[in-house]
């Protein structure tokens, strides 16, 4: 449903990204790892046609996001770390104005509209203004955006960012049936005991490269920590850098 292939970024004579080779399955939960700074912003980016790659491909449901980044977006829902709303709106406004955009139908987008909202528990402030919300609430309202149109692959960067424990345990039960429907999720985190508990597989960023992908039982075996956790693993494979690439 993802895959990229050599995919490498260029900032002047800066090698942001190099050569990076990954595949996400249908319905698959899989976590992009890596110190501050190693490049995954840079990934995200250029998988959701933010930024074209220097060379390399990225397909989403297979389209090149380059070739063919209409049909491509269609796929996507996008969840960026901050939430990027227009606060004098309501949420239902905000909702319709996605929708509208996405090409959706009136019906269709109301359903969607009133079924989301009250996933994520946000129906008794569809009417009321965004710049009432809270940070937990607004990240929870660019998820209902982000899953508005249905996508196949939902890419979102730190998703637990702001939330609660009551928000965080709803976002993660809702991802696990998005990904029972066979929607693949790409999910960059710094929070290695969701990663642990959520993903399939993992792969680890660090200076611009893959430096191990698996389970987390396979990147444990690969460092010698046999039934060491994703924390381990990860400050093992990357020796605690925290310089890099974007």
């Not at 829902?77 to 949420?91: H, I, N, S």
Request: net charge neutral; proline share 3%; glycine share 10%.
């Amino acid at each position: 449903m993802i895959e990229l292939v050599d995919l490498s970024k260029n900032y002047g004579a800066f090698q942001a990204l190099k050569d990076i080779n990954l595949r996400v399955r249908e319905g698959e939960i899989f976590g992009f790892l890596g110190p501050n700074g190693a490049g995954k912003t840079t990934t995200i980016k250029i998988m959701a046609g933010l930024m074209k790659p220097t060379s390399g491909k990225a397909r989403i449901a297979g389209y090149d996001i380059c070739k063919e980044p209409t049909k491509a977006k269609a796929q996507i829902g996008l969840v960026p770390d901050r939430p990027f709303l227009y606060e004098k709106l309501t949420a239902r406004e905000f909702l319709k104005f996605v929708g509208t955009i996405r090409g959706m139908g009136a019906s269709d987008l109301e359903a969607q509209m009133e079924g989301l909202l009250h996933t994520f528990g946000l129906d008794s402030w569809a009417d009321k203004l965004i710049e009432n919300f809270s940070h937990g609430m607004k990240q929870r309202l660019v998820m209902c955006a982000a899953l508005l149109h249905r996508p196949k692959v939902l890419i979102v960067d730190e998703p637990m960012v702001g939330l609660d424990p009551k928000g965080a345990r709803l976002v993660k039960e809702i991802f696990r049936k998005e990904a029972q429907k066979g929607v693949s999720i790409f999910m960059s985190t710094h929070t290695l005991e969701v990663a642990q508990e959520m993903c399939h597989r993992v792969a680890i960023l660090d200076r611009g490269r893959i430096v191990a992908q698996g389970t987390a039982e396979e990147l444990a075996a690969m460092t010698g920590q046999f039934g060491a956790d994703l924390e381990e693993v990860f400050l093992r494979l990357t020796a605690g850098e925290e310089e890099g690439c974007l």
